[in-house]
């Protein structure tokens, strides 16, 4: 079989320019016999067939499977990495060349050839994983130093590092002289690292450093483990930038176990080390941060307030606020919202809620102009503020130029119609991305409607987004398989543009959606929805994760299990995205914690997780822009929930 594909590159060589007269449906059949025989190693049946794909938008995908046979069969190394070169070459400005390039560095690397890897790539991939075998190889084979700073800025926001990263730490010991490691921007990074609270990076960080800052690398493990060690640390160590993000660092990981016992040992720390009043500030804002919840007593309340009355941290003193919407604590409100920085205090959230305070001051002008002002945007509090002054909202709709002759006739239309046809959205919406780069805005306007005529949906969204054409709402909010969501809901409580919200806000209209959750395609349906909604509508068939990819399937399963939630919540809209998104649970313990107490808007702000309130936010804002686009705008709130105490 090995001995086949070394000819492969013979039959590349021999196909001619001459073309074939074949039709679209000929070449596409044409291509999946290619496809077939290159998974099944037929080299006869390729042989017959590649010359007459020579046109066809995908034949180098059929060229790319190539390659990655060779590589899977472990063909000639030293001809494969020729051969992938010329691929690499031929189709630069193709994201296959960068696919097939991460592949064959990753199949050196488990094969431990890093000369050829070295000899393959003369530059640094862009792929962490091959970045970091890139690294390796060139220290094992030349002895280069590692540059450590290029490779820790792409490791700094990452959860998780790849384990190829982690034979770079041997490299320290063993192949690269310790005075090529510089100290100094490592433990500028390690600094850098527990200030993102990123622990796997500071693990990855500390096996870098030298054998003589092995006391180093100890204590700091130390101060995440026991916490409580920082005091011992502080006694040994000379003040540093370094040492105090480890004061803080170690801080962190103390008051998440046990707030109280972080608050008390900040006066420890103080005793040992002098710090700024800023950092001290930064030290209890750390603790504060843990503590927002009702189940203090008065005096770590107290206290908790006075450290966020004196800090200039948005993030801080907003989560205090929506504390006090959740606890219907108007005094409180106006009290924090005027303490906001006055960039923060623009934000739309928080003029809406100057405007009730100034309402509940009996200054009715200041509160309309307010809401008159948000009513000009087109965010969620715009919708709101019309509703809330008895008003239409006046959608604005730009109208994209219409597409001129030469996009048909684009290369990358072409493989991206194919690619569609395939099913390979993913892939489509990577070389689209290529595509509309540094195009200008009209131009973007038009691929994106031109996306939107054919029907690529998560395009027509992908593009408004990039070029921020928030107007462009017929691409932006494409009608995305309207009949099968009307055919999906007609016999429903849910209503059908809510739905195709939901949808919006989920996939963004790809089909194949997937998520780190193993949340998959328009619904982004979850395994145990999926479970759920089979026992509850005592639906028989059986589904694999291909089917459920489907886009018929999962509209089916996915507005069957949105109107679960729907009617278990009182077809209230508000309740049921949040549930949605964080779980029928979670939003009943935030219901409980409100008590009914809240208005509709006050309840939404509230929401504890960032993400789920602007999900919640976002579908009820999606549904409004639904119902305008279909001929039934109606307010962004029904009655029943915008009267509703939750």
């Known amino acids: 079989m090995k001995i086949k594909f070394k000819y492969l590159i013979f039959i590349l060589l021999i196909i001619t320019a001459s073309s074939y007269a074949d039709t679209i449906d000929q070449q596409r059949h044409n291509y999946q016999i290619a496809k077939n025989a290159c998974s099944k190693n037929n080299i006869n049946v390729l042989y017959k067939v590649l010359p007459k794909l020579k046109n066809y938008p995908l034949y180098p995908d059929i060229q790319y499977e190539i390659e990655v046979q060779k590589i899977n069969n472990d063909i000639d190394i030293s001809s494969t990495a020729i051969s992938i070169n010329a691929f690499i070459e031929k189709y630069q400005n193709l994201p296959l060349a960068n696919l097939i390039s991460n592949q064959f560095i990753s199949y050196l690397a488990k094969k431990k050839q890093w000369k050829t890897l070295v000899d393959f790539s003369s530059k640094p991939p862009y792929q962490i994983r091959s970045l970091c075998n890139w690294y390796y190889a060139r220290a094992f084979v030349k002895n280069e130093p590692v540059n450590f700073n290029t490779l820790v800025n792409k490791l700094i926001n990452r959860f998780n590092i790849p384990s190829d990263c982690n034979k770079l730490f041997f490299i320290a010991d063993k192949n690269i002289k310790p005075s090529s490691i510089n100290v100094v921007n490592t433990i500028e990074f390690i600094r850098l690292a527990m200030q993102a609270h990123n622990d796997n990076l500071v693990n990855f960080l500390i096996k870098i450093l030298p054998a003589d800052y092995k006391n180093t690398a100890d204590w700091i493990l130390a101060l995440k483990k026991q916490p409580l060690s920082i005091t011992d640390f502080i006694k040994k160590v000379k003040p540093s930038p370094f040492t105090l993000q480890a004061i803080k660092y170690s801080l962190f990981h103390l008051s998440h176990k046990n707030f109280e016992l972080a608050r ?383």
Do not use: C
Not at 453 to 473: C, F, G, P
Not at 603 to 614: D, S, Y
């Open 264 to 646: 008390t040992t900040i006066p420890i720390i103080l005793n040992l080390y002098k710090m700024q009043s800023s950092d001290i500030q930064s030290l209890k804002e750390i603790v504060a941060s843990d503590m927002m919840h009702e189940n203090i007593s008065f005096a770590q309340e107290k206290w908790r307030d006075k450290v966020i009355m004196h800090s200039k941290s948005i993030s801080l003193i907003e989560r205090r606020i929506r504390l006090s919407l959740m606890r219907n604590d108007m005094n409180g409100l106006k009290k924090l919202i005027f303490h906001l920085p006055a960039r923060a205090k623009e934000k739309d959230e928080w003029q809406y809620w100057l405007s009730y305070i100034f309402y509940r001051q009996g200054d009715k002008k200041k509160g309309d102009n307010i809401l008159h002002k948000l009513m000009q945007k087109n965010g969620f509090y715009s919708l709101v503020a019309a509703q809330k002054l008895g008003l239409i909202y006046p959608f604005r709709q730009d109208h994209a130029p219409a597409p001129d002759s030469s996009i048909p006739k684009l290369k990358e239309i072409n493989r991206i119609r194919e690619l569609i046809y395939w099913k390979k959205y993913n892939l489509a919406k990577i070389e689209w991305q290529h595509l509309i780069a540094n195009k200008s805005i009209r131009k973007k306007k038009m691929l994106a409607r031109y996306a939107n005529e054919q029907h690529w949906w998560h395009l027509s969204v992908h593009t408004t987004i990039d070029a921020k054409i928030w107007h462009n709402i017929k691409e932006r909010f494409p009608l995305a398989w309207h009949n099968m969501y009307k055919k999906y809901t007609d016999n429903k409580n849910i209503p059908k543009n809510y739905a195709m919200a939901v949808a919006r806000q989920e996939s963004g209209w790809n089909p194949v959606a997937h998520s780190l959750m193993n949340a998959m395609g328009l619904m982004q349906l979850e395994p145990s929805a999926i479970k759920q909604t089979i026992k509850v509508y005592k639906i028989k068939r059986l589904f694999d994760f291909k089917s459920i990819l489907d886009p018929e399937i999962n509209i089916w399963i996915g507005t069957s299990y949105l109107e679960y939630i729907f009617k278990h919540l009182g077809n209230n809209r508000v309740l049921t995205s949040a549930a949605y998104n964080a779980g029928l649970t979670t939003m009943n313990s935030w219901r409980h914690r409100s008590a009914g107490k809240l208005n509709v808007i006050a309840f939404i702000e509230a929401i504890p997780f960032k993400e789920t309130r602007q999900y919640v936010k976002n579908v009820l804002l999606y549904n409004a822009y639904y119902n305008y686009l279909t001929g039934t705008p109606r307010n962004i709130l029904t009655l029943n929930e915008w009267r509703d105490h939750y």
